[in-house]
Each structure stands twice: as structure tokens, then as C-alpha cells.
């Protein structure tokens, strides 16, 4: 796997094997590259995958600090079946959902599941326009493509 000049890298207590196999079964172009045991380092283990042709990392290598909300892996969506179908594949063995789109894996990860355009709506020059997708977006937990491109075309007369 040729690494890349910026690769994330996650660091799991235990399960970064179990981790990267679960998200390579989710999404296409993916797959578990490597799994080196660390002889020097006990129990570590790195494993390389990639996911959607991106490379990564991992880790395990017991407990430091928890994934929290500071970085998240966020996936764009072409439609509302995708989002749909990354969404409950993410939740699947005890994820929980949170607001506007975010969601938390049963490892702990922190993912938005958006659609493709979002950014581009929430940064249209007309900031009424963008106004209506951001508040549209904060009562939602799971993002709906249609309600978000309803609130960026605006009211019909």
C-alpha cells in the first residue's frame, strides 16, 4: 500500500482489527491491507486498510484516549439510499445517531453522513438560502436529501 503524504491514523485500545474488517465491509473500494502484530510492543497491533481507495492506519494498542467529536470522517452521499444504507451500516452493533447528520460507530468514531452537496448549499452567496439548509440540518438527526434541497430552493408561491 503506497502511503500517502497524509494518512489518518486511529488508535483503538483493542479492536482496530475488528474495526477496520467493519468498515471495509460498509463501504466500496475498501479492504483490510495489513495486519502487523509490534513483537516489541506486547499486544500492538498496526493494521493498514483503505476505504473508498483512501488509505489508513490503525492501531491497538490499549487504552489512551477516547475518539471524541475534534475529528470526524465525514462521507459524502449521492443519494438518499446511500445515505441511508452508510447510516444504519455505522449505527449497526450498538452506534448511536446524534445531530445534523453525525453519527458515532460502535468503536467510539465520530462520522457525518451528508449529502454530496451540502457544503455548497450551506455556502451559497444568497445567505437566506444557506440560512434555511443550516437550520433545516440542525432539526435533523439522520440528514433527508429532499427536506434539505426543499429549504434550498425556498418556498413555493
Known sequence: MAIQKITPFLW???EAEEAAAFYAGI??????????P????????LVEFVLFG??????????????NHSISLMVDCDDQAELDR?????LEGGGS????????DRFGVSWQIVPADVLDMLADPDPVKAGRVAHAVQKMVKLDIAALKSAYSGPTD
Do not use: H
Open 54 to 67: 483512501q488509505p489508513f492506519i490503525a492501531m491497538s494498542a490499549g487504552p489512551l484516549d477516547p475518539f
Open 38 to 45: 509490534v513483537p516489541s510492543a506486547g499486544s500492538t497491533k
Open 97 to 104: 445517531p446524534e445531530e445534523c447528520g453525525w453519527l458515532k
Open 27 to 36: 463501504f466500496p473500494d475498501s479492504r483490510v491491507i495489513r495486519v502487523t
Open 12 to 14: 483503538y485500545s483493542t
Open 86 to 90: 452508510y447510516w444504519n451500516a455505522l
